[in-house]
């Protein structure tokens, strides 16, 4: 079965820290670009962030530029999305989502291959 799993969300303080884990079975992600997206309640859908299949090129939304850090691990098949300094609005439900693609180019409105199921992250005191 081809699928994307996320793993890493939780309960953290303002100001705290998480990692997301985005876990690929049944594919190799090597060959896609891979973004998360995330979205809260009553809001639209927005991508958070984006790394290219070679891992060359990564890309942030200004909401998150400088606190979150995309990266990939071909070898383990992953990849992650270090968030720190987090704000309770970034409270969301957090997707990884792989794209057939090179680049980064318009990553938050391009159809994708494979969606993970969400890993809820909330920022609460």
């Known amino acids: 079965q081809l699928q994307l799993v996320e793993s890493g969300g939780g309960l953290v303080q303002p100001g705290g820290s998480l990692r997301l884990s985005c876990a690929a079975s049944?594919?190799?992600?090597?060959?896609?670009?891979i973004v998360w997206f995330r979205q809260a309640p009553g809001k639209e859908r927005e991508g958070v962030s984006c790394?290219?299949?070679?891992?060359?090129?990564?890309n942030y939304a200004d909401s998150v530029e400088g606190r979150f850090t995309i990266s990939r691990d071909n070898a383990k098949n992953t990849v992650y999305l270090q968030m720190n300094s987090l704000k309770p609005e970034d409270t969301a439900i957090y997707y990884c989502?792989?794209?057939?693609?090179?680049?980064?180019?318009?990553?938050?409105?391009?159809?994708?291959?494979?969606w993970g199921q969400g890993t809820q992250v909330t920022v609460s005191s």
């Open positions: 989502a792989a794209g057939n693609y090179l680049d980064c180019t318009y990553y938050s409105s391009r159809p994708y291959n494979y």
């Open positions: 049944g594919f190799t992600l090597n060959y896609y670009t």
């Open positions: 790394i290219s299949s070679s891992g060359g090129s990564t």
